[in-house]
Nanobody, 117 residues
Framework: QVQLVESGGGLVQPGGSLRLSCAAS????????MGWYRQAPGKQRELVAE???????NYADSVKGRFTISRDNVKNTVYLQMNSLKPEDTAVYYC???????????WGQGTQVTVSS
C-alpha cells in the first residue's frame, strides 16, 4: 500500500520561508509526475507546482519566482521551497503523485500553511 506523507507546514510571517516535503512509503514503480496542490477555505483545489519525468516543471502564475519544486527520485520524495510567502498563500497543501500508466494518482493527507503576522 502506497502512502504519501507530507511535512514542513506551519505558521510563518509574511516574507518568510517554508520547505514542504512529501515522501512515498511503499513501492512505486514508475512515477510520471510529482506535484503540489493547495486549497484555501471556500476555494477549489489548485495546482501550485509540478515536476514531470524528465525534469520539466510547471508553476502557477501566482507562485512563479517565489516557489521552487524539486525531487529526489531515489527517495521518491518531492519538495516545495516557498519563499517570500504572502497571506494569500495560506492553504492546506497536498502532494500528488501520478504514476504510469497515467491516470492513477496518490494524494497526501495535506499540511497546513498559514502566513500571518
Amino acid at each position: 500500500q502506497v502512502q504519501l506523507v507530507e511535512s514542513g507546514g506551519g505558521l510563518v510571517q509574511p516574507g518568510g520561508s517554508l520547505r514542504l516535503s512529501c515522501a512515498a512509503s511503499g513501492r512505486i514503480f514508475s512515477i510520471y509526475s510529482m506535484g503540489w496542490y493547495r486549497q484555501a477555505p471556500g476555494k477549489q483545489r489548485e495546482l501550485v507546482a509540478e515536476i514531470i519525468t524528465g525534469g520539466s516543471t510547471n508553476y502557477a502564475d501566482s507562485v512563479k519566482g517565489r516557489f521552487t519544486i524539486s525531487r529526489d527520485n531515489v527517495k521518491n520524495t518531492v519538495y516545495l521551497q516557498m519563499n517570500s510567502l504572502k497571506p494569500e498563500d495560506t492553504a492546506v497543501y497536498y502532494c500528488r503523485f501520478e504514476i504510469i500508466p497515467r491516470g492513477y494518482y496518490y494524494w497526501g493527507q495535506g499540511t497546513q500553511v498559514t502566513v500571518s503576522s
